[in-house]
């Protein structure tokens, strides 16, 4: 409506079943409702407007004001986002929601301000499982298996560590590929697990937890300082309220999207602590490579909130 | 008269073109086909391929859209064209040349506006016409891409670039500086594609179906005029 | 009221001989600038996401590239005459091995007009030797190139998949049933038509000249057999090798390989008026030459020029998606037609309906990326398959292509097969009555489309 401050949020996800899109979506609404007349929020869900790489562009170039990608997006901008992408870095989620709110993890939402995007609130999806075509119980199991990773130097690494070949392909590409044997394995969440139905074409899902992948609400710090204080104050109060409440939910989707792979009749592989510690001592050399890009400091304050999980 | 200059490769900046169009699709299609053997024979990757390629697809298609300019090959529809009286026909192509050019004007600014910052270089400020370059402005050429590694020659960039900051990968501005350039191509061959339109040497832009170049060497097997 | 003006001024360009490309891309920016509140860098932008963020879109060029190399080397040639081996002696045989041929160089081409210049090329004259009329030779060649599109692979399947993010080796298969039913129907028709009227019939030249012919052909052929394993496998002996992007890739090399080594009808070893095809042991330099040779450069200078003017037209028609979704049209259709109480029969319709205009105006593929996103929404909400819908839309742009007043098969045909264009139009006519028949059939009929991909890769899933 005229004299309304729009804001356009654009995402990757559907908007009811995803925790992104469901985030997204009780934020417009509750944008809608109760800034009505000084600000309204338009969704544009499902990659129709921008895919996490073109957004952040024309976040910067003002065309587009909220946007929520994965935190490995960010790692161009500061590499510190790695820490996120390193395996077994975090013990479980509630450990990743402690560090998120540390000092350490506040400190990173502020680290891109220099490059104009202001961080405003990390958004939780899951830890990441493996699946392949075969049974992967230990790390040798996916010696020579090819695995569809993201675009992100710590996982390619993290992939090299345990013998397998690091594979980049078009996300839309992926289920084709993984029930062709273009690729023999992919990871990640299990709400993304079952979004995608990768359950439908892998031998099965093996819980090993091993990365994190959530996502951090941005904004460009130039659209944030134009937004009158009063606007800008009852918006991130708003937002802040959506976060808490969803990621406090975070568990429960999880497992429901985890019991959902199960019912839908994925097999779902679970380790024994000795099987679990094989994996982290294959993956855990990865740490070196990349320590001096996410800080020592940074790592000592993730281990240290480990302790209390 | 539906063309001019149909016969490949007749000046030397014809000749520069073609090459380049030959070489960027001819290395597109090899990058792509070592990735499916690096990974199905060797079990490698090539990580940067996809990214390599797609990029080059783009360096293909935007600045060989001038080169489409000046044979006269892009698509269109001349149905209507045909049928009017040449008088008329001269208008309507005199008012398509005309909306080419200011089309190709906008885009120019846009894509200068598009990749300046990525460059380290000021806006241009306006909504449809440039008015002036901003003040002030966040630079943005420590944007990377995803996947494509810097190479070692390029090493320079870091002091002139990113105020000596290591670059892992290729810095942005490198891949789409073929934005501006290829749109100040397209409007100097519309602004050249007018002014045979003025002179009455040329009669519509368009050609109005993929295989007319096929089609008019198969007349000239056949002995057509 | 805004789009309405929005479309106006697409066609309106269009009509008075603006290109397609600017044509799309100018009333997009006009619109934005007007309306909208975004920047011209965002147009460049989306210039550039065109390419850079549509990876399935890579397919286009290198699909192009193979039938270059497959047309420039004599490949249609040994694909006719084992066509006219095969089914020459029926009445009508020739006629119905034309149809035979195009079917089979649709599964090495991706597109219709190069169908029809390839196999149109050949077939037309020797069918009015043979002693049919031109007429029915052009109508009938013209009605089956537009089999290019259908049978797999196909750059309106990939151009659709991309637009709607499906699978693009789903498409693909999706259209072998479709694609083999239509080239079928035609057949009979044909063999119908030409019982009735005495049309002339080819003699059998026996089991031997199939063999021969097969031989010949069989390098040609193989490159058929190299895209559907490579993208799907053979179940028990080995998975998929490459994505159907990096398919489109490895037939090109092929197709070069075969145009270049096996066949020797273009590059270093081919024949020349001094002498005749010399072999690769006597000339082995010939493995490094061929790469560089005139020939190799031409044969990418030309894809590559097509290539061009089509991603320009589909670049541009990205522009004007990325406006439409910016203005939430696509939703704004959706609601507007399901609160009309539209169900999926009234729905496709009117999709059939509106593809049938747009084609008289429109490129194919530019046409596929501003409609698909526009109807795709609804679709989904009536629960259409989205497989089914895209086989739906190709057909409707296989129609569009033999109706005039714009219709890429009619002009191609005209101009391969020399005659004016209402002539063509009209001899295409009865076959185009085939062609509606079988739109119906695929409309009404969704196992048509999605039986082959669902027993082979599961049924869809809707990500969405
Ligand atoms: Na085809
Ligand atoms: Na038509």
Same mark, same amino acid.
């Given at each position: 409506?005229?004299?309304?401050?729009?804001?356009?949020?654009?995402?990757?996800?559907?908007?009811?079943?995803?925790?992104?899109?469901?985030?997204?979506?009780?934020?417009?609404?509750?944008?809608?409702?109760?800034?009505?007349?000084?600000?309204?929020?338009?969704?544009?869900?499902?990659?129709?407007?921008?895919?996490?790489?073109?957004?952040?562009?024309?976040?910067?170039?003002?065309?587009?004001?909220?946007?929520?990608?994965?935190?490995?997006?960010?790692?161009?901008?500061?590499?510190?986002?790695?820490?996120?992408?390193? =395996?077994?870095?975090?013990?479980?989620?509630?450990?990743?929601?402690?560090?998120?709110?540390?000092?350490?993890?506040?400190?990173?939402?502020?680290?891109?301000?220099?490059?104009?995007?202001?961080?405003?609130?990390?958004?939780?999806?899951?830890?990441?499982?493996?699946?392949?075509?075969?049974?992967?119980?230990?790390?040798?199991?996916?010696?020579?298996?090819?695995?569809?990773?993201? =675009?992100?130097?710590?996982?390619?690494?993290?992939?090299?560590?345990?013998?397998?070949?690091?594979?980049?392909?078009?996300?839309?590409?992926?289920?084709?590929?993984?029930?062709?044997?273009?690729?023999?394995?992919?990871?990640?969440?299990?709400?993304?697990?079952?979004?995608?139905?990768?359950?439908?074409?892998?031998?099965?899902?093996?819980?090993?937890?091993?990365?994190?992948?959530?996502?951090?609400?941005?904004?460009?710090?130039?659209?944030?300082?134009?937004?009158?204080?009063?606007?800008?104050?009852?918006?991130?109060?708003?937002?802040?309220?959506?976060?808490?409440?969803?990621?406090?939910?975070?568990?429960?989707?999880?497992?429901?999207?985890?019991?959902?792979?199960?019912?839908?009749?994925?097999?779902?592989?679970?380790?024994? =602590?000795?099987?679990?510690?094989?994996?982290?001592?294959?993956?855990?050399?990865?740490?070196?490579?990349?320590?001096?890009?996410?800080?020592?400091?940074?790592?000592?304050?993730?281990?240290?909130?480990?302790?209390?999980? | 008269?539906?063309?001019?200059?149909?016969? @490949?490769?007749?000046?030397?900046?014809?000749?520069?073109?073609?090459?380049?169009?030959?070489?960027?699709?001819?290395?597109?299609?090899?990058?792509?086909?070592?990735?499916?053997?690096?990974?199905?024979?060797?079990?490698?990757?090539?990580?940067?391929?996809?990214?390599?390629?797609?990029?080059?697809?783009?360096?293909?298609?935007?600045?060989?859209?001038?080169?489409?300019?000046?044979?006269?090959?892009?698509?269109?529809?001349?149905?209507?064209?045909?049928?009017? @009286?040449? @008088?008329?026909?001269?208008?309507?192509?005199?008012?398509?040349?005309?909306?080419?050019?200011?089309?190709?004007?906008?885009?120019?600014?846009?894509?200068?506006?598009?990749?300046?910052?990525?460059?380290?270089? @000021?806006?241009?400020?306006?909504?449809?016409?440039?008015?002036?370059?901003?003040?002030?402005?966040?630079?943005?050429?420590?944007?990377?891409?995803?996947?494509?590694?810097?190479?070692?020659?390029?090493?320079?960039?870091?002091?002139?670039?990113?105020?000596?900051?290591?670059?892992?990968?290729?810095?942005?501005?490198?891949?789409?500086?073929?934005?501006?350039?290829?749109?100040?191509?397209?409007?100097?061959?519309?602004?050249?594609?007018?002014?045979?339109?003025?002179?009455?040497?040329?009669?519509?832009?368009?050609?109005?179906?993929?295989?007319?170049?096929?089609?008019?060497?198969?007349?000239?097997?056949?002995?057509?005029? | 009221?805004?789009?309405?003006?929005?479309?106006?001024?697409?066609?309106?360009?269009?009509?008075?001989?603006?290109?397609?490309?600017?044509?799309?891309?100018?009333?997009?920016?006009?619109?934005?600038?007007?309306?909208?509140?975004?920047?011209?860098?965002?147009?460049?932008?989306?210039?550039?996401?065109?390419?850079?963020?549509?990876?399935?879109?890579?397919?286009?060029?290198?699909?192009?590239?193979?039938?270059?190399?497959?047309?420039?080397?004599?490949?249609?040639?040994?694909?006719?005459?084992?066509?006219?081996?095969?089914?020459?002696?029926?009445?009508?045989?020739?006629?119905?091995?034309?149809?035979?041929?195009?079917?089979?160089?649709?599964?090495?081409?991706?597109?219709?007009?190069?169908?029809?210049?390839?196999?149109?090329?050949?077939?037309?004259?020797?069918?009015?030797?043979?002693?049919?009329?031109?007429?029915?030779?052009?109508?009938?060649?013209?009605?089956?190139?537009?089999?290019?599109?259908?049978?797999?692979?196909?750059?309106?399947?990939?151009?659709?998949?991309?637009?709607?993010?499906?699978?693009?080796?789903?498409?693909?298969?999706?259209?072998?049933?479709?694609?083999?039913?239509?080239?079928?129907?035609?057949?009979?028709?044909?063999?119908?038509?030409?019982?009735?009227?005495?049309?002339?019939?080819?003699?059998?030249?026996?089991?031997?000249?199939?063999?021969?012919?097969?031989?010949?052909?069989?390098?040609?052929?193989?490159?058929?057999?190299?895209?559907?394993?490579?993208?799907?496998?053979?179940?028990?002996?080995?998975?998929?090798?490459?994505?159907?992007?990096?398919?489109?890739?490895?037939?090109?090399?092929?197709?070069?390989?075969?145009?270049?080594?096996?066949?020797?009808?273009?590059?270093?070893?081919?024949?020349?008026?001094?002498?005749?095809?010399?072999?690769?042991?006597?000339?082995?330099?010939?493995?490094?030459?061929?790469?560089?040779?005139?020939?190799?450069?031409?044969?990418?200078?030309?894809?590559?020029?097509?290539?061009?003017?089509?991603?320009?037209?589909?670049?541009?028609?990205?522009?004007?998606?990325?406006?439409?979704?910016?203005?939430?049209?696509?939703?704004?259709?959706?609601?507007?037609?399901?609160?009309?109480?539209?169900?999926?029969?009234?729905?496709?319709?009117?999709?059939?309906?509106?593809?049938?205009?747009?084609?008289?105006?429109?490129?194919?593929?530019?046409?596929?990326?501003?409609?698909?996103?526009?109807?795709?929404?609804?679709?989904?909400?009536?629960?259409?398959?989205?497989?089914?819908?895209?086989?739906?839309?190709?057909?409707?742009?296989?129609?569009?292509?033999?109706?005039?007043?714009?219709?890429?098969?009619?002009?191609?045909?005209?101009?391969?097969?020399?005659?004016?264009?209402?002539?063509?139009?009209?001899?295409?006519?009865?076959?185009?009555?085939?062609?509606?028949?079988?739109?119906?059939?695929?409309?009404?009929?969704?196992?048509?489309?999605?039986?082959?991909?669902?027993?082979?890769?599961?049924?869809?899933?809707?990500?969405?």
């Amino acid at each position: 409506e005229d004299g309304e401050t729009v804001i356009k949020f654009s995402h990757v996800t559907n908007t009811d079943k995803h925790p992104k899109g469901i985030a997204a979506s009780l934020l417009e609404q509750r944008v809608n409702d109760e800034m009505d007349g000084v600000a309204c929020m338009e969704v544009f869900p499902n990659s129709t407007l921008y895919d996490d790489d073109k957004l952040l562009e024309a976040m910067l170039q003002g065309d587009v004001q909220l946007g929520a990608p994965s935190l490995s997006k960010f790692e161009t901008f500061t590499k510190v986002f790695r820490i996120f992408d390193l =395996p077994f870095m975090f013990k479980n989620m509630e450990a990743v929601d402690a560090f998120q709110s540390s000092d350490a993890g506040q400190d990173m939402m502020g680290s891109m301000e220099k490059r104009g995007l202001a961080g405003l609130a990390f958004w939780h999806n899951g830890l990441k499982q493996f699946s392949a075509n075969t049974p992967l119980m230990v790390p040798t199991d996916a010696e020579g298996l090819k695995f569809r990773v993201q =675009p992100s130097d710590v996982l390619v690494a993290q992939m090299e560590a345990i013998g397998a070949s690091p594979q980049k392909m078009a996300f839309s590409e992926v289920y084709g590929a993984l029930q062709q044997g273009v690729v023999d394995g992919q990871e990640n969440t299990w709400s993304n697990v079952l979004g995608q139905k990768y359950y439908e074409v892998q031998d099965g899902i093996t819980e090993t937890n091993h990365g994190v992948l959530d996502y951090m609400v941005v904004a460009s710090v130039d659209w944030l300082d134009s937004l009158e204080p009063a606007t800008r104050d009852q918006f991130l109060t708003i937002l802040d309220e959506v976060t808490t409440e969803r990621n406090a939910a975070i568990a429960e989707v999880d497992a429901e999207a985890r019991q959902g792979v199960l019912d839908a009749g994925g097999e779902i592989r679970e380790l024994s =602590p000795e099987q679990r510690e094989e994996w982290v001592v294959a993956m855990k050399p990865v740490w070196e490579q990349f320590t001096d890009d996410v800080g020592q400091e940074n790592i000592d304050a993730a281990q240290a909130i480990n302790m209390n999980y | 008269m539906s063309s001019i200059n149909r016969a @490949p490769g007749i000046s030397f900046i014809d000749r520069i073109e073609e090459s380049l169009i030959s070489a960027i699709l001819g290395i597109m299609t090899v990058i792509t086909f070592a990735n499916v053997v690096a990974r199905y024979v060797f079990n490698a990757n090539i990580l940067w391929a996809l990214e390599a390629t797609v990029f080059l697809f783009g360096w293909l298609v935007l600045l060989g859209a001038s080169y489409a300019v000046k044979k006269n090959a892009h698509l269109g529809v001349d149905a209507v064209v045909d049928i009017v @009286p040449a @008088p008329v026909r001269r208008v309507l192509a005199l008012i398509s040349v005309a909306v080419c050019i200011v089309f190709s004007c906008l885009l120019l600014k846009g894509a200068w506006d598009y990749w300046a910052n990525f460059a380290n270089l @000021p806006q241009t400020t306006g909504r449809w016409f440039p008015t002036g370059f901003e003040d002030s402005f966040r630079a943005k050429a420590w944007y990377e891409v995803n996947d494509i590694p810097i190479p070692e020659w390029l090493r320079f960039l870091e002091g002139a670039m990113n105020d000596g900051d290591e670059y892992e990968k290729l810095p942005r501005f490198i891949p789409y500086v073929v934005l501006p350039v290829s749109m100040a191509l397209l409007l100097f061959r519309f602004c050249q594609a007018a002014v045979l339109v003025w002179q009455g040497k040329l009669d519509r832009i368009v050609a109005s179906h993929e295989v007319e170049d096929e089609l008019e060497e198969m007349r000239d097997q056949r002995g057509e005029a | 009221m805004e789009v309405v003006i929005l479309f106006g001024l697409v066609i309106g360009f269009m009509l008075i001989g603006v290109p397609i490309a600017v044509s799309l891309g100018m009333s997009s920016v006009m619109f934005l600038l007007w309306y909208g509140d975004t920047s011209l860098a965002s147009i460049a932008q989306t210039l550039m996401q065109a390419f850079v963020g549509h990876f399935t879109l890579l397919a286009i060029p290198f699909f192009i590239l193979a039938s270059s190399f497959m047309s420039t080397g004599g490949v249609a040639k040994r694909i006719i005459r084992f066509s006219i081996a095969c089914v020459g002696h029926l009445r009508g045989g020739l006629a119905i091995a034309g149809v035979f041929a195009c079917m089979i160089f649709a599964a090495l081409s991706g597109s219709s007009p190069a169908t029809v210049v390839a196999i149109g090329s050949i077939v037309i004259g020797a069918m009015t030797q043979a002693g049919y009329t031109k007429d029915f030779a052009a109508g009938v060649i013209c009605n089956a190139g537009t089999l290019g599109i259908l049978i797999p692979p196909s750059i309106v399947m990939v151009v659709y998949a991309t637009a709607v993010d499906v699978s693009v080796g789903r498409m693909f298969l999706a259209g072998v049933i479709p694609g083999i039913m239509a080239g079928a129907m035609l057949m009979v028709t044909i063999y119908v038509m030409a019982r009735i009227k005495g049309m002339p019939k080819g003699e059998w030249r026996g089991v031997g000249e199939i063999w021969a012919s097969f031989r010949e052909a069989f390098w040609g052929l193989m490159l058929i057999v190299i895209i559907m394993v490579g993208i799907y496998g053979i179940p028990g002996v080995t998975g998929a090798i490459f994505t159907p992007t990096e398919a489109a890739a490895v037939a090109s090399i092929y197709a070069f390989i075969a145009a270049v080594f096996i066949y020797r009808d273009m590059g270093p070893l081919k024949e020349t008026e001094d002498r005749a095809k010399s072999s690769l042991l006597k000339k082995p330099q010939a493995l490094v030459t061929a790469l560089f040779h005139k020939d190799t450069q031409a044969t990418l200078f030309e894809a590559g020029k097509l290539t061009i003017t089509l991603m320009f037209v589909i670049a541009n028609a990205l522009i004007l998606k990325h406006v439409l979704t910016d203005e939430q049209v696509p939703q704004h259709i959706a609601n507007a037609m399901l609160s009309a109480g539209f169900g999926p029969i009234l729905f496709l319709i009117v999709v059939n309906v509106i593809l049938l205009i747009g084609g008289q105006f429109m490129e194919p593929s530019g046409l596929l990326v501003i409609v698909a996103p526009l109807v795709f929404p609804i679709a989904i909400e009536l629960g259409i398959d989205p497989i089914h819908l895209g086989i739906i839309m190709v057909v409707n742009m296989e129609i569009g292509m033999i109706t005039p007043p714009v219709g890429l098969n009619l002009f191609v045909t005209s101009g391969v097969a020399g005659m004016p264009m209402m002539r063509v139009v009209r001899a295409a006519l009865p076959f185009l009555a085939v062609l509606f028949v079988f739109l119906i059939m695929v409309t009404y009929i969704p196992a048509i489309s999605t039986l082959l991909p669902n027993a082979v890769m599961g049924p869809e899933t809707v990500v969405n």
